[in-house]
């Protein structure tokens, strides 16, 4: 595989489009020691981005709530993102935002930094291996917890929420699993590392923890919204990790994992059932903008 700065092409830097491999950062930057820095996630789908505005709304909120303010408009950040993926003709893949504070300060206060914001482009399948998005992926139940609210600006894309992840993510395939269920700071059931979390109960009703701790994905929503238009019933509650065992079905949710079933939470084993294989083919039609199933 060809590391991420070794790729050909442009990025766009700045308002500029340069090449590639000239897109550099200074190692005395504060978004890199401090974690003064804010990003997308987006899908692009037959050459367009799935709601490219609301991802970009998000960026700036993140931004916002880090105290740092991006020197461009949303409809500039919007029309630089599908410029890019022209540029780069990318059909089918992923476009990542990032801004940050230079290096203009380099101690905690940062008031005078720059705020750079790059976009980069690439084609890209799936997150988890296509197999596993049949079979179901296997989570184990992370150390870590998310942070309380009072702790983090825990509804943006910023950086530093994103530590905790890695680390737990790391434990869990070090243990055979394929990624790791987070609990929030009060133990309920929170999310995955970079997806929310959806169950179904004996019923085929459907429970989803409610976002006050962490990130309210714009996937987490469509789904909801679709299940809804089926007549499924979504409760947005609190679940303790005791109920784990009490649910027949789970999937994860997000631009980058789309509708992933998962087959268990450590020893809680989970049916592939057709709602989710139902679910995960209408958000493929509704990315795909194809007629709903
Ligand atoms: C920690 C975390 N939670 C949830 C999500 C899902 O968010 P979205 O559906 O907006 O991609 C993501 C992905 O961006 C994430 O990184």
């Known amino acids: 595989m060809i590391p991420y700065d070794k790729r050909s092409g442009k990025i766009w830097y700045n308002g500029d489009l340069v090449d590639w491999s000239d897109v550099k950062l200074h190692v005395l930057s504060h978004g ?22 609301e991802h970009t709304s998000r960026l700036f909120y993140s ?5 740092f303010e991006i020197p461009y408009t949303e409809a ?33 206060s940062a008031q005078q930094t720059k705020i750079h914001v790059a976009i980069a482009t690439w084609e890209w399948g799936s997150y988890f291996d296509p197999k596993l998005k049949v ?6 139940v992370s150390k870590w917890r998310r942070p309380a609210p009072d ?19 790391h434990e869990a395939e070090k243990q055979g699993y394929t990624d790791s269920l987070m609990l929030d700071y009060e133990g309920n059931v929170a ?6 979390i959806f169950f179904k109960d004996k019923n085929g009703e459907l429970h989803t923890p ?3 701790s962490f990130l309210d994905g714009i996937t987490r929503r469509t789904v909801i919204e679709i299940a809804i238009s089926k007549n499924i019933k979504v409760h947005e509650r609190k679940i303790n990790p005791n109920e784990l065992s009490n649910f027949v079905g789970c999937f994860l949710t997000g631009t980058a994992a789309e509708v992933t079933p998962v087959s268990c939470i ?3 084993q989970y049916k592939v059932c057709d709602m989710i294989i139902n679910l995960n083919e209408s958000y493929q039609n509704l990315v795909k903008k194809k007629k709903a199933a």
């Open 191 to 196: 999310e995955a590392t970079g997806a929310n």
């Open 266 to 268: 450590a020893q809680n």
């Open 210 to 212: 409610i976002p006050d």
């Open 151 to 169: 702790t983090i600006p825990w509804d943006t894309k910023a950086s530093g929420l994103y530590m905790i992840c890695t680390l737990s993510k």
């Open 76 to 108: 500039e950040i919007n029309s630089a993102s599908k410029k890019i993926i022209a540029t780069q003709k990318v059909e089918n893949g992923y476009v990542r935002p990032v801004a940050w504070r230079g290096s203009e300060m380099m101690a905690i």
């Open 32 to 53: 890199l020691h401090y974690a003064s820095c804010v990003f997308e996630g987006e899908r692009v789908y037959d050459g367009s981005i799935f709601k490219l505005e």
């Open 63 to 67: 931004a916002k709530r880090m105290g």
């Open 135 to 140: 079979e179901g992926i296997k989570l184990n």
